[in-house]
């Protein structure tokens, strides 16, 4: 097999040049070519200098990830980098595309860094549970110093080229489209220099001179890390490189790492990783099916999900015509995306420019009419099947053919939705969450009539808009609010048989969700679709509703609020919760946490494994993918459905059955086999 990696002369300079598409990843045949390159370097005098570089999309965009978790085959990254960074002929990396993880090792390894304008660099290991494990930790602060490092290794997100610049990561910023030659005139210029050397490199004193440097960091990140093992292992790496010498710093970081690889986190972010690839096709559906062209959006309705949903569609650039059906609606809804907007150019994540252009591709409109040469519609009007049916039936008569028209309903059956138009091939369903232009879960909800092209278009549009789209069948809930119904059950149940509403919450957070669902009740409103007479209680939401308790936006729901927004349990709730409970002569009983989680979560796993044996997901992943994107499921876990592999499936049955809750033939049978659901 011929190797990814070849050689070409230009005068003294040796190009080396890798071809492994898709992304350039670091497999072992790159690996292998690399370190024989720099041997050819070395051995011949004629060659003074040398270039890396790498054709198709991207320099190398990390470790092949596939390799992970397979017995090592050498040779090893970290050892021909050593190999590279020892040369006494200069080394220049020619930077394109994304050089990410130990590719961005690969850069840190040679001498200089060259970049174009677009290219990004980037350590994202900590996304895959990791910290880079090719020395990354131990060059990069020695390079750019602790307080430049630190984001980049324990952040995981990329920084763009010229930003790289500004820190010392990249030394010249390039000619977008000359990067080969001005790389080879660049280490030409270089030639008879002495070589610099990253793990020479001293601009880590600060991370010496302010040994506090990493613990407020670690404060400034509390939040977004909490729960996560590889954000405190990158710290103490960085922190490493400041107080040891190289040698043992790579050491430790060799400790780190190897202890996360063989953790279940990094193995659950591993899943994640091609779980979020896996959830954008679909099986049947043939790769080369033709796209509709989107050029322009209708939505109908400008409530906080139709104007989320523009947003998402005007900030990717594609024009959307919003329908209201009055002008005091329109106002609203379209000042309401205005003021979105306005708040994220304040925190700094858009220029004032940025909001007039996407603003500027909106037209706010009363009349259906305007909506004719839509390519794609989306309804997100109130969840009643009578007005979606209407709305349908207006959009058949007014959309051009060959538009998709799209329901954001939660719940509600796609198909008699699509028996409302003459045209049930072009109707699906897009399911956004709320908020609709930050959340990033799309369920597309595929009709028994939904056409591949109209599925296929659906979900390259959810790249575009920067979501991540999972298929799911018809069924009511679809995916994400099936699975929870059965958590709100558990919940429900469980305060009525004695557990503290604050505990349950406290058990998904200790989990590692953002919050529980008396939290969430709260956040929310618990006053949605109350009925509003105070006189009819039936059940706690109700009697809450009754004495005010609306939620946080009342000051008081299941909780009371201070100004902070700060909560403490409420004795009047607890007593209404009892006197329901005594009315419905329910025993009242210490419940322990491990019953609470497993009553909570246990019930998911199995109803996610009726989700796959009725076919209304295409695979697990698909649901993992779901409930971390849609729901805050911890990242950590690899979402539902891997956790429940994790831990055993056999221990999920046994769960269910010890608190006589349903098991799934299907959940008894993965149990009693493989012990995996795909
Ligand atoms: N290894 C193997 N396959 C990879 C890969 C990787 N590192 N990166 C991407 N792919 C596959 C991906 O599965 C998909 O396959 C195809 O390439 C296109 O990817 C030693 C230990 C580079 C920004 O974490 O962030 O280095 O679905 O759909 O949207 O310290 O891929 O087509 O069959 O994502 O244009 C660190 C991960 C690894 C980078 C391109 N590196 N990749 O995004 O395409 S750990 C990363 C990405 C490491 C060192 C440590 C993105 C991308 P398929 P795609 P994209």
Same mark, same amino acid.
């Given at each position: ?60 965009? @990390?470790?092949?990830i596939t390799e992970f978790g397979k017995p090592p085959v050498g040779p ?31 850069? =840190? ?40 490092? =630190?984001?980049?290794?324990?952040? @995981? ?127 049947d559906v043939p790769k080369d099916t033709p796209l509709i062209p989107v ?81 794609? $519609?989306?309804?997100? $009007? ?222 998911? $796993? ?28 911890? =990242? ?43």
């Amino acid at each position: 097999m011929t190797s990814p990696i070849r050689t070409e002369r230009h005068d003294n300079v040796l190009v080396v040049i890798s071809d492994n598409p898709p992304v350039n990843a670091l497999g072992q045949a790159v690996r292998a070519g690399l370190k024989d390159a720099i041997e050819e370097a070395m051995s011949d005098d004629a060659i003074e200098a040398v270039v890396i570089r790498c054709d198709g999309r991207t320099f190398f965009a @990390g470790a092949d990830i596939t390799e992970f978790g397979k017995p090592p085959v050498g040779p090893n990254l970290p050892e021909t980098l050593d190999a590279m960074e020892a040369s006494d002929k200069p080394v220049v990396a020619a930077i394109h595309g994304t050089a990410l993880g130990g590719g961005c090792e690969v850069a =840190l390894a040679c001498h200089y860094r060259v970049a174009v304008p677009s290219a990004k660099l980037g350590l994202p290991e900590v996304k895959l549970g990791l910290i880079p494990g090719a020395a990354g930790t131990q060059r990069l602060p020695r390079l750019v110093g602790a307080e430049a490092a =630190l984001p980049l290794v324990v952040g @995981g997100n990329p920084i763009s080229a010229k930003k790289a610049q500004g820190i010392g990561l990249v030394d010249e910023i390039v000619g977008e489209d000359s990067l080969e030659a001005d790389a080879i005139a660049f280490a030409k210029s270089k030639i008879g220099q002495p070589v610099p050397r990253a793990l020479e490199g001293t601009a880590n004193e600060d991370g010496v001179r302010d040994p506090d440097l990493f613990d407020r960091f670690r404060a400034s990140q509390a939040r977004k890390i909490r729960g996560f093992d590889a954000p405190n292992a990158a710290i103490e790496a960085v922190k490493a490189a400041g107080t040891m010498s190289y040698a043992e710093g790579v050491k430790k970081e060799r400790e780190l790492f190897t202890e996360l690889m063989s953790g279940t986190q990094s193995a659950a972010m591993r899943h994640y990783f091609f779980a979020e690839r896996a959830a954008n096709k679909i099986d049947d559906v043939p790769k080369d099916t033709p796209l509709i062209p989107v050029k322009k959006v209708g939505v109908i309705g400008a409530g906080t999900m139709g104007g989320g949903i523009s947003m998402n569609f005007l900030s990717a650039g594609i024009p959307v015509t919003i329908l209201e059906m009055s002008q005091d609606a329109l106002d609203r809804g379209t000042g309401t995306m205005r003021k979105n907007y306005e708040n994220t150019a304040k925190k700094g994540r858009m220029t004032a420019d940025q909001v007039e252009q996407a603003m500027g591709l909106l037209t706010p409109t009363l009349s259906y009419d305007d909506l004719a040469d839509c390519d794609l $519609v989306i309804e997100a $009007v109130y969840e009643s099947m009578d007005v979606k049916k209407e709305v349908f039936g207006k959009l058949d008569e007014v959309v051009k053919q060959g538009a998709i028209l799209a329901s954001n309903t939660s719940y509600l059956d796609v198909n008699e939705i699509a028996a409302a138009t003459q045209r049930p091939g072009y109707v699906v369903g897009m399911h956004f969450f709320s908020p609709a232009n930050i959340m990033k879960l799309l369920e597309v909800v595929r009709g028994e009539k939904t056409r591949d092209d109209v599925l296929a278009t659906v979900m390259k549009l959810s790249k575009t808009i920067g979501k991540v789209a999972a298929v799911s069948g018809v069924c009511p809930g679809f995916i994400g609010n099936r699975m929870l119904s059965k958590r709100q059950e558990q919940a429900n149940a469980l305060i009525m048989e004695g557990a503290n509403y604050w505990e349950v919450d406290e058990v998904l957070l200790d989990f590692g969700f953002p919050m529980g669902p008396f939290q969430m009740g709260d956040l929310a409103g618990i006053d949605i679709g109350w009925h509003r007479d105070p006189s009819k209680v039936t059940t706690v939401r109700e009697a809450l509703c009754a004495v005010g308790r609306f939620g946080q936006k009342a000051g008081k729901g299941f909780y009371d609020y201070d100004e902070a927004r700060q909560r403490t349990p409420s004795d009047e709730v607890k007593q209404i919760i009892a006197d329901f409970a005594a009315k419905e002569g329910k025993e009242q009983r210490e419940i322990s946490k491990d019953e609470i989680r497993e009553r909570l979560l246990y019930p998911m $796993v199995n109803e996610g494994a009726k989700i796959l044996e009725e076919g209304m997901a295409q695979r697990a992943s698909d649901i993992d993918v779901v409930w971390i994107n849609g729901y805050g499921w911890p =990242l950590y876990t690899g979402g539902p459905m891997f956790w429940a592999q994790t831990i055993g499936l056999h221990t999920v049955v046994e769960g269910l059955d010890k608190h006589g809750l349903p098991v799934s033939n299907y959940m008894c049978e993965r149990a009693a086999g493989s012990g995996k659901f795909d």
